[in-house]
Each structure stands twice: as structure tokens, then as C-alpha cells.
């Protein structure tokens, strides 16, 4: 008797209640769906999530000063300039934050405190402010210390202030607006505040600190080409302040493919477990239904022993066939999964990502879940004597 | 060719029941041989231990000048499918499979090929009268049709001895008739056959006919 012999008659047996074969082999098509769909889902959202992340937050790199006292050179138009000499920086300028300031909308009336920061014409290219009406200030603004804001729609909502032209007063000097904008690329932060040239910021500051400490907050803003943060993340302090780039801050963003491994690494983990538990249910169910056919397959099983079986074909063939119910059971559940998959995907306009291996291991495990499912009633079918088939 | 010699079967379950009385019995090659008795008589017991499906308690059972009492059941298994064929009062075919499948069942654990597994059992079941119904489920066919299937599956492998119990006990009596005379038709081709029954007409067939009472074997 060959191995093709063995797998047809284990097939054939199987075969002979399809419905009832499903139904026993139901926890290894619980255990395959949840390996694939799960391992499918995350990392169909994992790749979802760093291709959206590439195109924004994975471009923007940040440099502060480790501590306020740090000279300002750091941040002069040629610290600037060799900034902007590196390969893979798109957009780069300086932005001071002046925190908290009174804006109002007239002379005299109620103030309310907004975010106000001040922006380079670079820092502003990189920052993307998208506008709802009028347009950005520019490098002639900041040569001239020009008295111009962008608001933030929260704030020019806040104010009353629906056109451009209007004015707004901060510490009791007039500002025309110049644009609403609602969404920004980089620096979400600038989304509840007002924008003003870099210079317009200094004056500003200089005008209400009258000699007290500084606090504002003074950083370079880099817009990257998508993939090239972690490169000039690793760059951009020394080429701002090669004396001593370490005092120096940089912050970019982390390594995206980095972050989708330690998501995938965390699912993984929980899906095997869950898979383990499900086969676990699996093999119960399908030795439990292998035990209760031996005891109705009596006669069969003395038949083949009176036809010249011996007792290992015997074992081999139920064996066999809790294999194939296990095998049936993940290709099943294989096919579930993989359909969850592209379900989900498709509702959600995702790319579904499938790992053909995690399939193959699916099947591979139901079928190893039939295996060991299938020693025990096995064993006790060995002991079935020929003679029984003669009794019935 | 099957020698008995003082071969006894106790069964023991607390107290002893003698199934088989110490018994000599000698069968030729083509010897047609049937065996009565009334129910609980030892007459399965007889066949049972002729055809290994059961070890004696005491005696000596040679076949063919070798001796095989004490041999292992995996022995004793392999020495069955290549002797011997079985028919059974229950027919015992599978459902969900063909008639020539089942016929082919009968050479499964043997040495032949598919392909000669399939040949034999096309023209065995020629013989048999039901190529016709090759490809048919077993569960459309008649009481008759059905224990020619089974009879076609027992001498698929050529076995020397054709073992029969109570092989027309589910049948009427048109298809009690087709079978026996499928049997002494098999009997004439040079088929030894050993059929247990308790139907005088089936018994009556019987070239040597053997009568059990209490475990006792008397020659009619």
C-alpha cells in the first residue's frame, strides 16, 4: 500500500460526509482564519499607516537648542545656507515660538491668548500652511519686518475675522491679516496659532520683553525628501554648529519601516497565541469526532483487518484521515482569511498586503493539528479485532 | 491443506465456555465444505479460527505443512490477505465509494499496482455478472447485487480458501439461488469454499457437510 493508496483512502473516508468533515474540522478553519487575517490586516494597516506617514510626519526634522543660553549663530542664514547644502533637505528656515501672546481684534477690545510664532520664508515652505483665502507672506515681508499674519482658522474664527485685509492687534501693535490657512504639512502645533515673518517675531519679542529673559523657543524647521529624515536627522546638527553639535537637539521622525516591524512584531505575537489556542480547540474536536467514528466504524475496521490489513494500516489510515480533516480545515480557513483580508482591504480602499508564507504555515499547522488529533483514536483503533466485522 | 489437530477454543469470563471441543478437521484444496448448527453452537467460532481470525486456546492449526499457532497478529494478518476471502451476512461494503472501488478494497493491502488492482477488479466483477453496475453506489443495488459485490471482493486476490458466513442470511430466495450458484460455479473453477449457515438448502450445497453441536464437530 503506497503513499498515494494511503492519501486517497484517508481522502475518500473523509469524503464520504463532507458537512460532517467541516463541521469537525471547524476549530483548525477558526485557528488558519485567524492567523491570516489577523497577520493580513496588520500588515495591510501597517503599510497603510507608513505610506500616509512617509508623505508627512516622515518628512519633517526638527533642531532646538539643548539650552536657551545657546548663541543664536547657530541658526544665521550661513548655518542656514550649509543646512540647505545637504542632500535630501527640501525646505529649511527658523521658527521662534513667542508662546502665548494677546491678539484682539481691534484697539482696545477683549483680547484672547493665541500661539504665535514667528517664520523664515524657508520654515514657512516647510511648515505647508494651506490656505482658505489670501496668500503667504514672503522674503520681501521678512526683509522688511513687515507687520503681516497668517491666522490659523480656529483663531481667525475665534476672532470674527472672515477676510483678508482686516486687522488684528498683538500687544497693542496692528497686523494686517493675510491669509487663513486650515491644515498644515509640518508643525501641527501652528494649526491653533498665528503666523508672522521670522524678523516681525524679533521686533515683536524686543518690544514687550523690555530687558527681561527670553523665552521664546527658537528651532530649525526641515521639510526632508520622503525617506531621507533619519539621514539629515543624523546631519543637521553639525552642519548648524559644527563647533559642538551636540548641544544641539535633533528630533526625526522614527524609522518607519522600524515602527511597521514593531507593530507587526507585537500583532505576530498575539495572532500566534491566538492561533495556538484556536488549533488547540481544533485537535480536541477532531480527536473527539475521531474517537466517536471508531466506535460506529467497528465493522469497517474489521473488514480491512479481515482484507489483510495490519494493524499499522489501521493506525496510518486514521491518521490519515484526521490529517486531511485538518488539512481541509486550514485551506478553509486559508481561504476565509485571505477573503477577510481583501474585504477589509477593499471597504477601506487599502492595498492588501498578503504573505503567502503565513498561508502555507496555516495549512501546515492545521494539518499537524490533525495529525497529533488523530494518534489517539488511532490507538485505540489498532485493538479493533478482525473478528468484529464477522459479529456484525 | 487447512489441518486441525486437537484445536479447542475456551473462552473465559469468570467461568469457562467451551466454544470449540478439541477438534481434528482436514480441508483439501478444493474441497466445498458447509457448516450447520444451531445458534451459539461454536460453528463461527470453527470458521473464525480457520480463516485467523481467531487463535485456538489448545491444538495445532497448519496450513499448507506450517504451523500457525503462536505466530503474531501482524503474522496472522498477512498470511488472512493472502489466503483467504471473506463474505459476510452484512455484505460490509462502503458507502460513498464505486462497486469496482470496493472490489479493489479487497487487493488494497496486498502487492498489486492500482492499475492491476483495477484490471482484476473489472474482470472479477464480469465474472460476477455486474460490470454493468461498476461505477453505480453500492447502496442502489439489490440484497443480491450487493453480496456478489462482496463476493467479487473476497476472490479479487485469488485466495485459496473463499470463507462464506451465513452469505445468503439478508437475502430472499431468487437472490439466495444466484448467490449458491455463483459459489458452486466458483467451487467448479477450482475455488476451495467454507460457508457457515443455518439454512438447510444453503447447507445442502455443501460437497462435504460438517454439523456443530455444542462445540462438538461431527462430519454429516
Not at chain 1, 460506529?296 to 499499522?312: F, N
Not at chain 1, 478553509?332 to 483580508?341: H, K, M, R, S
Not at chain 2, 453506489?137 to 447485487?145: K, Y
Request: proline letters at 5%; a neutral charge.
Amino acid at each position: 500500500m503506497g503513499l498515494i493508496d494511503w492519501a486517497r483512502e484517508a481522502t475518500l473516508s473523509v469524503m464520504r460526509h463532507p458537512g460532517r468533515a467541516l463541521m469537525t474540522a471547524v476549530g483548525t478553519v477558526l485557528g488558519a482564519v485567524a492567523f491570516v487575517a489577523t497577520l493580513g490586516i496588520s500588515s495591510t494597516i501597517s503599510q497603510q499607516v507608513s505610506s500616509s506617514f512617509d508623505i508627512r510626519r516622515a518628512t519633517e526634522v526638527v533642531v532646538s537648542p539643548q539650552s536657551k543660553g545657546l548663541d543664536i549663530r547657530w541658526q544665521d542664514a550661513e548655518s542656514l545656507t550649509r543646512l540647505r547644502g545637504l542632500n535630501g533637505v527640501v525646505d529649511a528656515g527658523s521658527r521662534i515660538s513667542l508662546g502665548e501672546q494677546p491678539i484682539a481684534r481691534g484697539l482696545g477690545a477683549p483680547t484672547s491668548p493665541f500661539a504665535v510664532f514667528g517664520v523664515d520664508p524657508g520654515a514657512l515652505a516647510a511648515i505647508e500652511p494651506r490656505l482658505t483665502v489670501g496668500r503667504s507672506f514672503d522674503a520681501f515681508h521678512e526683509s522688511r519686518g513687515a507687520n503681516v499674519v497668517l491666522l490659523s482658522q480656529p483663531v481667525a474664527d475665534s476672532l470674527g475675522i472672515t477676510r483678508v485685509g482686516a486687522a488684528v492687534f498683538i500687544h497693542d501693535r496692528a497686523f494686517t491679516v493675510m491669509g487663513i490657512f486650515y491644515d498644515v504639512g509640518r508643525r501641527q502645533d501652528s494649526l491653533t496659532g498665528a503666523l508672522m515673518p521670522a524678523s516681525t517675531a524679533e521686533i515683536l519679542l524686543e518690544s514687550y520683553r523690555q530687558g527681561a529673559e527670553e523665552d521664546a523657543n527658537r528651532e530649525v524647521l526641515i521639510r526632508t525628501s520622503p525617506g531621507a529624515a533619519q539621514l539629515i536627522g543624523s546631519q543637521a546638527a553639525t552642519a548648524l554648529h559644527p563647533e559642538s553639535p551636540q548641544d544641539l537637539r535633533v528630533v526625526a521622525p522614527p524609522d518607519p519601516r522600524q515602527l511597521r516591524r514593531e507593530v507587526e512584531g507585537n500583532v505576530a505575537l498575539s495572532t500566534v497565541l491566538l492561533s495556538i489556542v484556536a488549533l488547540a480547540v481544533g485537535a480536541v474536536t477532531i480527536a473527539n469526532a475521531a474517537a466517536a467514528s471508531v466506535t460506529t466504524r467497528v465493522a469497517e475496521i474489521g473488514l480491512r483487518r479481515a482484507l489483510g490489513a495490519r494493524p499499522s494500516h489501521i493506525f496510518a489510515q486514521l491518521v490519515g484521515e484526521t490529517t486531511v480533516l485538518g488539512t481541509i480545515g486550514g485551506a478553509v480557513g486559508v481561504l476565509i482569511g485571505v477573503a477577510t483580508v481583501a474585504t477589509v482591504s477593499i471597504v477601506n480602499r487599502w492595498s492588501p498586503v498578503l504573505d503567502m508564507r503565513a498561508a502555507m504555515i496555516a495549512v501546515a499547522a492545521s494539518a499537524a493539528t490533525g495529525l497529533v488529533a488523530g494518534l489517539w483514536p488511532a490507538a485505540r483503533a489498532i485493538r479493533i479485532q478482525p473478528v468484529s466485522a464477522l459479529q456484525r | 491443506m487447512l489441518e486441525l489437530t486437537g484445536v479447542s477454543r475456551t473462552y473465559d469470563d469468570g467461568h469457562p465456555v467451551h466454544a470449540l471441543r478439541p477438534t481434528n478437521l482436514h480441508i483439501a484444496p478444493n474441497d466445498y465444505v458447509t457448516i450447520t448448527g444451531p445458534s451459539g453452537s461454536g460453528k463461527s467460532t470453527l470458521l473464525n479460527i480457520l480463516g485467523l481470525l481467531d487463535a485456538p486456546s489448545n491444538g495445532s492449526y497448519r496450513i499448507n505443512d506450517v504451523e500457525m499457532t503462536g505466530l503474531r497478529e501482524t503474522t496472522r494478518g498477512a498470511a488472512r490477505g493472502q489466503l483467504f476471502g471473506f463474505v459476510f451476512q452484512a455484505f460490509h461494503l462502503l458507502s460513498g465509494r464505486t462497486v469496482v472501488e470496493n472490489v479493489e478494497l479487497g487487493m488494497l493491502y496486498g502487492p498489486q499496482t492500482r492499475r492491476e488492482r483495477r484490471r482484476r477488479a473489472e474482470e472479477v466483477l464480469e465474472r460476477v455478472g455486474l460490470s454493468h453496475r461498476a461505477t453505480a453506489d453500492p447502496r442502489t443495488l439489490s440484497g443480491g447485487e450487493r453480496q456478489r459485490v462482496a463476493i467479487a471482493r473476497a476472490v479479487a486476490y485469488r485466495p485459496r480458501v473463499l470463507f462464506c458466513d451465513e452469505p445468503t442470511g439478508n437475502l430472499d430466495s431468487a437472490n439466495t439461488t444466484t448467490v449458491l450458484e455463483l459459489l458452486r460455479e466458483l467451487h467448479t473453477e477450482g475455488q476451495a469454499v467454507i460457508v457457515v449457515t443455518h439454512e438447510a438448502n444453503v447447507a445442502a450445497q455443501g460437497a462435504r457437510r460438517l454439523r456443530v453441536d455444542d462445540g462438538v464437530v461431527s462430519e454429516e
